[in-house]
């Protein structure tokens, strides 16, 4: 291709480029006023992102991947957002965790992310009102449900808005650049879990695994001590100048996790949700059918059932449902007045669009 070929492809990028910016400041114009529409109203509408992304998806003719456009416009939003009011979102800390990772993909760069040392504090900043919004893992593929967070579920005021499916690599990282003479291996317990075949080939059977609050912690643990390594993602590894020794150590290759969004705000329906459910069955026989058969009744399907005790009395439990749908959708309604019926306790966590992986 000659120069004067480039150049005009050249010039050409730079003309769009000037045309690309002059509707980003429109858009953001609107977006402005709409927030000064809505005065001191609530500026995060998780039903209404969704369906600006959908339709943004649909339209797309590529080169660009759907993912890609997603995320651009994630962008976007998050950007136009922050003129109306910056949203702070809880996470559990420290700096360079996964669910800091999950926060930044769901609300974008624009939103400030705070850092808090347990899922338990995240959960009461939102509640009192010092942030917006809290991010917590639920499950992962390989490890399974996370039990803190379920159990904060039941009690909590919040209700679940959103949720984010994360890719999870997990990496060895260490201030030297060899394996020789790592005496310990820290780690959020989940992580060693999800890496446990690969550490039992790996490393010498006399390493301690060291469970702690955070991969982040990890890694800053590590950071300080000559002899441990840590496995943690990338933004810790670069946070605390640790050199990766091995890379995607998690045993299995799809390992995802997936977080939950909790605010204080109920979400209306977006079109392409989900609903979360706890609920409690009295301890007599057929209690446990009794929970399901509404569900199946009114054709509401059924994408998890998880158990978990209810530390209210030995040996009962308590059943965490997620179903398709909307809790305002008529099927879903008539489902929910059955079980409200028939089981010892109901509470709807939430109804919230799915996400966009």
């Not at 339709?55 to 962008?75: C, M, Q, W, Y």
């Not at 910056?86 to 769901?106: D, M, N, R, V, Y």
């Not at 006399?206 to 943690?232: C, F, M, Y």
Request: contains cysteine.
């Amino acid at each position: 291709m000659s120069e004067e070929q480039l150049k005009q492809h050249r010039d050409a990028i730079d003309s769009i480029d000037a045309r690309v910016l002059e509707l980003l400041n429109d858009r953001a114009r609107h977006a402005r006023t709409i927030g000064e529409i809505k005065g001191g109203g609530v500026v995060y509408r998780p039903e209404r992102e969704a369906q600006v992304l959908a339709r943004i998806k649909s339209l797309n003719a590529g080169p660009l991947s759907d993912e890609t456009v997603a995320k651009l416009f994630r962008e976007i939003m998050s950007a136009c957002l922050a003129l109306e009011r910056p949203l702070t979102i809880a996470f559990l800390g420290p700096e360079g965790t996964f669910s800091q990772a999950a926060a930044t993909k769901h609300f974008g760069h624009a939103a400030a992310t705070q850092a808090c040392i347990s899922i338990d504090e995240a959960f009461r900043c939102v509640e009192a009102g010092a942030a917006d919004y809290v991010v917590a893992p639920v499950e992962n593929s390989t490890e399974g449900a996370v039990g803190r967070t379920l159990d904060l579920m039941v009690n909590t005021p919040l209700h679940i808005c959103g949720e984010v499916v994360l890719r999870i690599h997990h990496h060895l990282l260490r201030k030297g650049e060899h394996k020789d003479g790592i005496k310990r291996v820290y780690s959020h317990a989940q992580s060693l879990g999800q890496c446990h075949e690969w550490l039992n080939r790996n490393l010498p059977a006399e390493v301690e695994r060291v469970s702690v609050a955070s991969n982040a912690e990890a890694a800053r643990l590590a950071s300080l001590d000559p002899s441990a390594a840590a496995i943690a993602g990338d933004a810790a590894a670069e946070k605390f100048g640790l050199t990766k020794l091995a890379q995607n150590i998690e045993d299995e290759p799809n390992n995802t996790t997936r977080f939950l969004v909790l605010g204080r705000e109920e979400t209306a329906a977006s079109g392409h949700d989900r609903t979360s459910l706890v609920i409690s069955a009295p301890n007599r026989p057929g209690a446990l059918h009794a929970l399901v058969e509404p569900l199946a009744r009114h054709h509401v399907s059924m994408t998890k059932f998880e158990s978990r005790p209810s530390r209210t009395g030995l040996w009962e439990y308590l059943f965490f449902v997620d179903v398709e749908g909307h809790a305002s959708e008529p099927r879903l309604q008539g489902a929910l007045d059955e079980l409200r019926r028939d089981a010892a306790f109901v509470k709807v966590l939430g109804s919230y669009p799915q996400a966009v992986l």
